[in-house]
């Protein structure tokens, strides 16, 4: 049923899609023998990307001691892996920022979105847990499937916009559309060519252990760090930093073991990145 639903919204036009030019750059980034020069070539056909790219490169997130003003040496700073990066959250997030959906808050959806994928690098490269830039990634298209129900039947996903807990929010998407923002998830990210782990990491990120049978070592890794991600996400957009949250926090890995006060210098330290973010995407944050 799920894959009948998901045929007929394809044939919408309001589907949230990346741009030609990232779409391009997710495939020369599976292809080993791509060069550089392949990947500055493909940048240069997207002037909007080129702009951001640089804009990316002199960010103080970088620290480079010297201001970038070339694209072939932006593209060879950041590296492959960010150029991609770039282009899918530029091209995605420029592109939705509002919508026919009235009563869906689409500023909150890209926050909250932002802030998945700074936690997700963030606890990626703290903990190795996975390719930092790969995290980053996934954590913005963590929650697309919902922009896309939200897009593609406006006025009947109004009525739960105010859903707040996820399996509800969930259980109501298959009963008014047939499928629900996770197989969402999957069914685009598979579109548009995204490795298979990060396809599935995206589908079980709500219950990965529940789903850890069907997951390989990778796909469960990246699985468990969007439901941190999630997790702590929420906690910074709603402004909770108290200690029953801190302590709830404690119990995922791989924060289990940390002491209340270490985790709450780790939030702190994952809010004034997602604020970094914020200014460079052109989104706003706010930073509890």
């Known amino acids: 049923m799920a894959e009948t639903a998901y045929q007929k919204i394809t044939i919408s036009e309001r589907l949230p899609s990346p741009s030609g030019t990232a779409l391009k750059l997710i495939q020369l980034a599976r292809d080993e023998s791509t060069s ?3 990947v500055i070539r493909c940048v240069y056909s997207d002037p909007a990307l080129t702009v951001q790219l640089l804009k990316m490169a002199n960010s103080p997130l970088n620290a480079t001691s010297s201001k970038v003003g070339s694209v072939a040496t932006a593209v060879r700073l950041l590296g492959l892996a960010k150029v991609k990066q770039a282009a899918l959250s530029f091209s ?118 529940a789903a850890d049978s069907e997951l390989d070592t990778d796909a469960y890794a990246l699985a468990s760090l969007l439901h941190l991600s999630g997790k702590i996400a929420s906690a910074l957009l709603s402004k909770i930093n108290d200690a029953q949250m801190i302590g709830s926090l404690c119990d995922h890995r791989p924060l289990t073991g940390m002491s209340n006060e270490a985790v709450e210098a780790l939030l702190v330290q994952i809010a004034t990145e997602w604020a970094a973010n914020g200014k460079l995407f052109a989104i706003k944050c706010d930073p509890c």
Request: charged content about 25%.
């Open 36 to 38: 550089m020069d392949a």
């Open 92 to 209: 995605l997030t420029a592109s939705h920022r509002a919508g026919q959906c009235k009563a869906f808050d689409y500023d909150r959806f890209w926050s909250e979105s932002l802030a998945r994928s700074v936690s997700a690098r963030y606890l990626a490269e703290k903990f190795k847990l996975y390719s930092p830039d790969e995290a980053f990634v996934c954590g913005l298209l963590s929650r697309i499937g919902k922009l896309a129900l939200a897009c593609v039947f406006p006025n009947e996903y109004e009525a739960l916009c105010d859903i707040k807990d996820d399996a509800e929010l969930r259980s109501r998407e298959r009963q008014s559309f047939g499928l629900d923002n996770s197989d969402m998830n999957a069914q685009l990210t598979r579109s548009w060519g995204m490795p298979e782990q990060h396809v599935l990491g995206v589908r079980h990120q709500h219950e990965p252990n």
